[in-house]
């Protein structure tokens, strides 16, 4: 039996990390997508995600997006698609990204993302042109319905290594402790009763 293959957005952060995990015992062939859309921690993120590639020997792609700063209104449904034709390409079954309950953005929203797979789902051809039968692409956001904490859990569960992921907005040497990000990383940790193997610059939540 030919085993899925799944694109992953990984950006070097718990979730997408987890992801990986989550999809390897699904006895998945997995592929790793990295996309610099010039964010500000974009070195840190890049040192992260290629450590968790090398931990998983999976192959990882690097991609260069244009968009504005900031996450504005369709920037992430823009990333998805980008990463849905590279699926495509690359004969993928499946584009995965980490969204979680947690995620605040309106794109990230349950109800939004079920209607983009339907959407996604709606504009694949029935047929290849050459009449043969061909696999349908889907988008799936395993996480969706879990907190940051359970995800934390059961990656924790599955051997996911949390000290390779990287979380803060900042391209610090070591995650600042401070920012949101940061804060939901300690937080995350926390409420799974799991031990943070982070170094901050300052340890306590604030």
């Known amino acids: 039996m030919r085993h899925k293959r799944s694109l992953i957005l990984a950006s070097g952060g718990l979730k997408s990390t987890f992801l990986i995990g989550y ?83 309106r794109e990230a929203q349950l109800d939004y993302f079920d209607t983009l797979r339907l959407l996604v789902d709606k504009i694949q051809p029935e047929f290849s042109p050459s009449m043969h039968w061909i696999e349908r692409l889907e ?32 391209g610090t040497k070591i995650h600042c402790g401070r920012c949101s990000h940061c804060q939901r990383r300690k937080w995350g940790f926390q409420r799974a009763k799991v031990e943070d193997p982070t170094t901050y610059r300052m340890r306590g939540l604030l």
Request: charged share 30%.
């Open 23 to 105: 999809c390897l015992r699904e006895d998945e062939e997995v592929l790793l997508l990295f996309i610099d859309h010039d964010q500000a921690n974009l070195q840190r993120e890049l040192e992260a995600v290629s450590a968790v590639a090398k931990h998983y020997d999976c192959e990882l792609r690097i991609d260069k997006v244009i968009t504005p700063h900031g996450w504005p209104d369709f920037k992430l449904t823009y990333l998805w698609f980008h990463a849905l034709m590279l699926a495509q390409q690359l004969e993928c079954h499946f584009v995965c990204d980490g969204i979680s309950r947690d995620d605040k953005r």
């Open 139 to 170: 988008i799936m956001a395993p996480a969706i319905v879990l907190t940051e904490g359970k995800v934390i859990r059961l990656g924790t569960d599955l051997g996911v290594p949390w000290e390779l992921t990287w979380s803060c907005e900042r």
